[in-house]
């Protein structure tokens, strides 16, 4: 894991280099609910690791090496 951040109601967001959590396919992304179990219905399959994660107005914003998430294609950016 590289990044975690509070949902507001108990539970947390994840992001790292992981595909699996508790058994269940994860992309790299995944909701972990009040009760402890992942969220079965959040799913964003992003392509690549996630480094960063914030929560603001109801909107999570991930950042990372991915170039797919959600569905959506991302652009890259390369930092040297």
Same mark, same amino acid.
């Given at each position: 894991?590289?990044?975690?951040?509070?949902?507001?109601?108990?539970?947390? @967001?994840?992001?790292?280099?992981?595909?699996?959590?508790?058994?269940?396919?994860?992309? @790299?992304?995944?909701?972990?609910?009040?009760?402890?179990?992942?969220?079965?219905?959040?799913?964003?399959?992003?392509?690549?690791?996630?480094?960063?994660?914030?929560?603001?107005?109801?909107?999570? @914003?991930?950042?990372?090496?991915?170039?797919?998430?959600?569905?959506?294609?991302?652009?890259?950016?390369?930092?040297?």
């Amino acid at each position: 894991m590289w990044a975690v951040i509070a949902d507001g109601a108990g539970g947390w @967001y994840i992001g790292g280099e992981f595909t699996r959590v508790s058994g269940l396919a994860r992309g @790299y992304l995944a909701h972990i609910g009040s009760d402890r179990s992942v969220d079965s219905t959040f799913d964003a399959a992003a392509n690549g690791p996630v480094f960063a994660l914030k929560l603001s107005g109801g909107s999570l @914003y991930v950042g990372g090496a991915f170039t797919s998430i959600g569905g959506q294609q991302r652009g890259s950016t390369s930092v040297a």
